[in-house]
Nanobody, 120 residues
Framework: QVQVVESGGGLVQPGGSLRLTCTASGNILAINSMGWYRQVPGKQRELFATITSSDSTNYADSVKGRFTISRDNAKNTISLQMNNLKPEDTAVYYC??????????????WGQGTLVTVSS
């Protein structure tokens, strides 16, 4: 079984920082891309950061310049460094992986989510 697990969420004051980690485990042949999503109750889940197998990154305007996504291929992890957090960043943050499992098959795997609360 392949799974991804997020960690690192919590409560932080506006202007503070948090670092989230997403770890993929199981029989994985390759990870094509990974991304971070966030969701507020009653709203659509928002994709805001992605990283490809070639380490190309993209960010939504809402987080550009404040958030940084990175990848550690040896450990099958991605990290999200979040700086200058704002109250509107409060959401459940989800990791998603587009990968190839073993035996060979395409998989789209979601983590369970971790809550980030930005409040004074």
């Amino acid at each position: 079984q392949v799974q991804v697990v997020e960690s690192g969420g919590g409560l932080v004051q506006p202007g503070g920082s948090l670092r989230l980690t997403c770890t993929a485990s199981g029989n994985i042949l390759a990870i094509n891309s990974m991304g971070w999503y966030r969701q507020v109750p009653g709203k659509q889940r928002e994709l805001f950061a992605t990283i490809t197998s070639s380490d190309s990154t993209n960010y939504a305007d809402s987080v550009k310049g404040r958030f940084t996504i990175s990848r550690d291929n040896a450990k099958n992890t991605i990290s999200l460094q979040m700086n200058n957090l704002k109250p509107e960043d409060t959401a459940v943050y989800y990791c998603n992986a587009d990968l190839i499992g073993s035996p060979w098959r395409y998989l789209d795997v979601w983590g369970q989510g971790t809550l980030v609360t930005v409040s004074s």
